[in-house]
């Protein structure tokens, strides 16, 4: 039985992309058995913050010198990214050691080039400075003439709102049963990329309105991580399908537990250069570390 849980805990972590699943099991354990302690209205300390919030190697390093149980001196996850790595490094370097962890390699630094005399720049003719929208990321043809607020996208008369994070009590009963699973189609023989694409956006519609049923729209992966996990999971020969049901079952205990935040409250809308239409009835914007949901 112990052997089984052991199985199920690490599908979980390879599920959201945590590559120390060991670390992971631990830290979801410990958070369960209230060893972690969770802030009402924290989310950023919890398993499922680093499901979606871990943008570098540090960030990751943090999440699992939490895990191990070597994380009482640190700040909250929030608070520790808005520092530089440098100061990131410092914070980390002893609680890591604690816990048997290697500090990641530091970036090298770039070193500054010479500056030039102030003939050698005279004689120099001036660079022309490139047109501002060669950098500028374009909005998707099918998302043209739409217009994007923090609350909602308009499409012609189509009318997209933004999903986020809602407590328990605003949930459906049966939300958090045993009974809401999420089990996708199983993967077609797909012999073409069209094929392909179409099958993993509908699993992606299927797993954000999922989501949005346990209250978790607000911290769901982007359609690329989404994308991700599902090619590692074919080049590693293990069941996508499998793997998610797994994972949104351990949502839904973790999500019984604990009181989760708005994820988007107060922050500006995405650009629309981000964003993107996945099926009939969302458009997502993968844009500043974070996923927004907007379903028709």
Not at 99 to 126: C, E, F, Y
Not at 137 to 145: F, M, R, T, W
Not at 153 to 170: E, K, P, V
Not at 186 to 199: D, R, W
Request: overall charge positive; proline content about 6%.
């Amino acid at each position: 039985m112990h052997k089984q849980r052991k199985k199920a805990d690490n599908r979980y972590c390879v599920a959201i992309g945590c590559q120390g699943a060991v670390l992971c099991v631990q830290f979801i354990r410990k958070w369960l058995a209230g060893s972690i302690i969770v802030a009402a209205g924290s989310f950023a300390s919890s398993a499922l913050a680093c499901t979606v919030a871990v943008n570098s190697p540090l960030e990751k390093l943090y999440c699992d010198v939490v895990a191990q149980g070597e994380g009482a001196g640190l700040p909250s996850f929030d608070d520790f990214r808005r520092n530089p790595p440098a100061t990131q490094r410092l914070l980390l370097k002893r609680p890591a050691k604690r816990a048997g962890l290697n500090l990641p390699a530091a970036a090298k630094a770039v070193a500054p080039k010479p500056k030039s005399s102030a003939k050698a720049t005279a004689k120099r003719p001036a660079a022309k400075a490139p047109a501002s929208s060669a950098n500028k990321p374009s909005v998707p043809s099918n998302l043209k003439g739409c217009t994007i607020s923090a609350g909602a996208i308009q499409c012609g008369n189509a009318y997209y709102r933004l999903l986020d994070n809602r407590g328990n009590q605003s949930l459906s009963p049966t939300a958090l049963a045993a009974s809401n699973t999420l089990v996708f189609p199983a993967v077609p023989n797909y012999s073409s990329n069209l094929e392909l694409h179409n099958y993993l956006q509908h699993a992606y519609s299927l797993y954000l309105t999922k989501m949005h049923t346990i209250g978790l729209a607000g911290t769901t992966l982007s359609y690329s991580k989404f994308y991700y996990i599902f090619d590692e999971a074919q080049q590693q020969q293990q069941d996508f399908v499998k793997r998610f049901g797994v994972m949104y079952d351990y949502l839904k205990k973790d999500k019984s537990a604990m009181a989760v935040a708005k994820q988007h409250r107060g922050k500006k809308a995405p650009p629309l250069s981000a964003c993107q239409v996945i099926g009939n009835n969302f458009i997502t914007c993968d844009a500043r570390g974070s996923n927004w949901v907007y379903a028709r």
